[in-house]
């Protein structure tokens, strides 16, 4: 699930029987509201694998970026060491390929 927020679209797709469920977003502490949410929620789909990673989906893919812009994608934010080691430490394998690609919350901007 690319932009999962709270993880809700991810464990639909647990419960109607996937696998496998990859939840990934940007931020340091939504991926920590996932991985709680996993803890509290994995009883339900005992027989699905559930993961959170930290992806940043336009610069994932060659050719899709935008520009930076202050407090709208982390990079100028606080958080923005934080970011950089979750990116490190919890995004993606490389290669990593999914037979289905689910987005939620891919287009949320923090307020002006």
């Given at each position: 699930?690319?932009?999962?927020g709270?993880?809700?679209?991810?464990?639909?797709a647990?419960?109607?029987?996937?696998?496998?469920?990859?939840?990934?977003d940007?931020?340091?502490?939504?991926?920590?509201?996932?991985?709680?949410?996993?803890?509290?929620?994995?009883?339900?789909?005992?027989?699905?694998?559930?993961?959170?990673?930290?992806?940043?989906?336009?610069?994932?893919?060659?050719?899709?970026?935008t520009?930076a812009?202050p407090?709208g994608?982390?990079?100028?934010?606080?958080?923005?060491?934080?970011?950089?080691?979750?990116?490190?430490?919890?995004?993606?394998?490389?290669?990593?390929?999914?037979?289905?690609?689910?987005?939620?919350?891919?287009?949320?901007e923090?307020?002006?």
């Open positions: 699930e690319v932009g999962a709270c993880g809700v679209v991810g464990f639909l647990a419960r109607l029987g996937a696998k496998s469920v990859t939840f990934t940007y931020l340091p502490g939504l991926l920590r509201n996932l991985d709680q949410s996993i803890a509290l929620n994995e009883h339900s789909c005992p027989d699905t694998k559930l993961q959170v990673r930290h992806l940043e989906w336009l610069s994932a893919v060659p050719g899709l970026s520009p812009r407090m994608d982390g990079s100028c934010s606080p958080f923005a060491d934080a970011v950089a080691a979750e990116a490190t430490n919890r995004g993606l394998p490389p290669g990593e390929r999914f037979s289905l690609i689910l987005g939620s919350d891919v287009c949320y923090d307020p002006l």
